[in-house]
């Protein structure tokens, strides 16, 4: 069955559930996350298939396998109280659901104070310790939550769906709170009518994967739960004390998608060696910088060279989200489609370009067989160009270098971003 969960379905469950993390909200600060732009919660998505699922839960066993966004295709599978539900073909959720007779608790729900869209709190895995035990109150707004779910409502009450809603807040407001990713739940009904809160106790923190296990118990139910610390978003500093004064000093660069990340480094870089270099950006506000969608870069690079100014040099950093689960033809849009145009546009007079190439083309990387192939594509686009237009073209093949979208719960290897970055920028240098 298809469906999806619109973003007007999106923004009132965050007011149902008051989960503001920036991860589901904010898309400025959810493109420096790995997912690369604003998920859907993981709970509205169980509560979605709750209201169709013809069962009264009594147990619930998930596990989210991966994030999707607000309007993206959805399809669900029902298979004897096993639901699966994906986008594409990723895996997002696996939910099994245990029915069974259980009475619907009269408890009511008591309604949240005003404004409480506070910030999460920003905890790492050093804030928080094993054997922590606190609550949140269980807020909702019964006559919103029956509405947006009625007949899920009959079986389990306001207050049965206000506790699933408390327990994404939990996660993404409070523990571990604004670097969250929630991972898997297992939650029984148990009716405990003295509990008011969400009680929850930190059990286990497993620093190998940054996981924390968090067992919860209030009036309905009660359980544990699973989540990341993810990592911080990552500001890429380059060593610019390698770099001579005047390195750089004749060349103009135009280091698209130089805002963040290794295009940022290149700046750095470039302006430590006396580089006359324009950044661009693609979202948000970016001061000192142009915006230029690369995907369709004409009218962008038309007002960076609208005051005259001509590059001698192009940078291409620009990318879609590589983690995650973009399509091929969005990848060349980028890597192949939008360079070309650039190339094209800027040619006269432009004398050599750098165009990030990855180790990743050499073998099949799970998750990123359409990444490679179309940075295969690009590769063979670049040599093309390079005798088109008689440029030196360097594309070299780096390894896995650390920023905002190869950060990773497990330990991973990085190259070292500085000595990758020169060596190409180098390469150009004279050119």
């Known amino acids: 069955m298809s469906w999806t969960i619109t973003p007007e379905q999106h923004a009132a469950f965050a007011d149902l559930s008051g989960d503001y993390n920036p991860l589901h909200h904010d898309p400025l600060v959810a493109r420096r996350l790995p997912f690369g732009r604003v998920a859907v919660h993981g709970m509205h998505l169980v509560v979605h298939e709750l209201e169709r699922a013809d069962v009264n839960p009594t147990a619930l066993h998930g596990t989210f396998r991966n994030p999707v966004g607000p309007g993206e295709p959805l399809e669900s599978v029902v298979d004897d109280g096993r639901i699966q539900v994906s986008s594409h073909t ?15 608790p009269a408890r009511a729900v008591e309604p949240p104070p005003f404004g409480w869209n506070v910030r999460p709190d920003p905890r790492q895995l050093a804030d928080l310790a094993e054997g922590r035990r606190d609550s949140i109150p269980v807020w909702g707004d019964a006559e919103a939550i029956t509405a947006a779910f009625p007949r899920l409502v009959t079986r389990i009450g306001a207050r049965g769906v206000a506790e699933l809603l408390a327990v994404t807040r939990l996660v993404g407001m409070h523990v571990p709170g604004l670097h969250s990713m929630f991972s898997s739940f ?103 910088a142009w915006q230029v969608d690369a995907a369709a870069p004409l009218t962008g690079l038309a007002a960076v060279t609208a005051d005259g100014w001509s590059p001698t040099h192009l940078g291409w950093f620009a990318s879609p989200p590589i983690f995650s689960d973009t399509s091929f033809d969005r990848f060349a849009a980028v890597y192949v489609d939008g360079f070309t145009t650039a190339v094209e546009q800027l040619a006269d007079g432009l004398s050599g370009a750098l165009w990030p190439s990855s180790e990743a083309v050499d073998g099949e990387v799970p998750g990123l067989a359409d990444y490679a192939a179309a940075k295969r594509l690009g590769e063979r686009c670049c040599a093309e160009l390079a005798e088109r237009f008689g440029l030196r073209i360097v594309a070299p093949r780096w390894p896995r270098l650390l920023t905002d979208q190869s950060t990773s719960f497990v330990p991973v290897e990085f190259g070292d971003i500085t000595a990758e970055v020169l060596t190409a920028l180098r390469a150009l240098s004279g050119t």
């Open 186 to 288: 297992d939650l029984r009904r148990h009716h405990e009518p003295d509990d008011d809160g969400l009680g929850f106790t930190v059990t286990r923190i497993d620093e190998r994967f940054g996981l924390v296990t968090i067992d919860v118990g209030s009036a309905v139910w009660g359980g544990r739960l699973k989540a990341f610390v993810r990592p911080a978003p990552v500001d890429v500093s380059a060593d610019t004390s390698a770099v001579s004064p005047d390195e750089f000093a004749d060349e103009r660069w135009l280091v698209v998608g130089g805002s963040r990340g290794l295009g940022a480094a290149a700046a750095q870089l470039l302006r430590a060696g006396g580089a006359d270099a324009r950044i661009t950006y693609h979202q948000g506000l970016v001061h000192g």
């Open 90 to 104: 990723r895996a997002i959720l696996d939910l099994t659901v245990t029915g069974g007779l259980a009475t619907v």
